[in-house]
């Protein structure tokens, strides 16, 4: 069974944009970026909300890979080969391939998926993944946290839900980021 993985850059404070929908704060340097692309690369499929597929759909786009830096064409190549399912009442037309666009979250089609697939499922954009952390789907959260307090914005965690977690991986990087792998205990 795939595991359903909840995968995060976050600021100190807990959030994943500022105040003002910003998240360039979160841009990760050449070192955290390939230790996420190791990360990303066992997804098949990622879960997306509409805004933050919308951020993500760049990784389609010819100027994800025009620089030629070998991590940035690393992701695109390993982000545009996964399926992708963004949910979405106002999106009328996926901006990627292997993309479909799902009109509300539907927890039996999530439990569905993560049965029948091989490589791990990601989610993404906090309001999504409260459901799924509220639906008991969510096996592990991996966040990234970046050494930057912004003081207000999208949180990345639900604040109203208790979840028990174990530490299962930390590492540190030379830029004063920090990875933490948890899993969700039963």
């Known amino acids: 069974m795939a595991k359903l993985i909840y995968s995060m850059f976050t600021s100190l404070d807990g959030y994943i944009t500022d105040a003002d929908g910003k998240l360039d704060w979160a841009a990760p340097d050449a070192e955290v970026h390939a230790f996420a692309n190791e990360l990303s690369r066992p997804v098949g499929t990622h879960l997306y909300g509409r805004r933050f597929y919308e951020t993500m759909a760049f990784w389609e786009t010819d100027d994800a890979t025009a620089s030629g830096d070998p991590v940035m064409v690393d992701f695109a190549t390993s982000w545009r080969a996964a399926d992708k399912v ?3 009442t106002t999106l009328a037309a996926p901006m990627s391939a292997r ?10 089609e999530v439990r569905r998926l993560k049965a029948a697939q091989d490589g791990d499922l990601a989610i993404a954009g906090a309001g999504l993944a409260a459901g799924a952390f509220r639906a ?9 946290l970046m050494p930057v307090i912004v003081g207000g914005g999208t949180p990345a965690l639900p604040g109203d839900l208790r979840v028990d977690l174990e530490l299962l991986d930390e590492r540190r ?10 899993s969700v205990r039963s």
């Not at 008991?136 to 990234?144: R, S, T, Y």
């Open 173 to 182: 990087f030379a830029s004063g980021a920090v990875y933490v792998r948890h």
């Open 86 to 88: 963004v949910y979405s």
């Open 99 to 108: 993309t479909r666009i799902e009109r509300a979250f539907d927890i039996d």
């Open 136 to 144: 008991g789907l969510v096996d592990e959260i991996h966040l990234f």
